[in-house]
C-alpha cells in the first residue's frame, strides 16, 4: 500500500523557517518524481516545487525561489522543503506528491499519490 505522510508544519513567525518531511512507503522511490503543492486558504492547490530523479533537477514557483529548496534521501525514502524566509502569504496546507516515471511538472493531475496535507502558519 503506497502512502506519503507529511509532517513538519506548524506555527512560525514571518521571517522564520520551516522544514516540512514527506515519507514515503509501498513504493519505488526512485521510479518518482516528487513534487511540493500547497492550497491557501480559499483558494486552489498550487505548485511549489518538483525533484525529477530522471533530470537530476529542480523546480520552483517564483514566488519561493531563493527561499526553499527541496531535497530527498533516497535510502529514508523521504522528500523534503526547507523553508526560509518564510511570510504570512506562505500560509497553507502543503502536499507533498509523487509523479511515476515523471518529470516534475507543474500540473497536479500529472501525480499519482498525495499525502494528507501538514499546515503552515505564518504570523507577522
Known amino acids: 500500500q503506497a502512502q506519503l505522510v507529511e509532517s513538519g508544519g506548524g506555527l512560525v513567525q514571518a521571517g522564520g523557517s520551516l522544514r516540512l518531511s514527506c515519507a514515503a512507503s509501498g513504493l519505488t522511490f526512485s521510479n518518482y518524481a516528487w513534487g511540493w503543492f500547497r492550497q491557501p486558504p480559499g483558494k486552489d492547490r498550487e505548485f511549489v516545487a518538483s525533484?525529477?530523479?530522471?533530470?537530476?533537477?529542480?523546480d520552483y514557483t517564483d514566488s519561493v525561489k531563493g527561499r526553499f529548496t527541496i531535497s530527498a534521501n533516497n535510502a529514508k525514502t523521504t522528500v523534503y522543503l526547507q523553508m526560509n524566509s518564510l511570510q504570512p502569504e506562505d500560509t497553507a496546507l502543503y502536499y507533498c506528491?509523487?509523479?511515476?516515471?515523471?518529470?516534475?511538472?507543474?500540473?497536479?493531475?500529472?501525480?499519482?499519490?498525495w499525502g494528507q496535507g501538514t499546515q503552515v502558519t505564518v504570523s507577522l
Open positions: 506528491a509523487g509523479d511515476y516515471k515523471g518529470r516534475g511538472v507543474r500540473t497536479t493531475r500529472t501525480y499519482s499519490y
Open positions: 525533484l525529477s530523479w530522471t533530470s537530476g533537477s529542480t
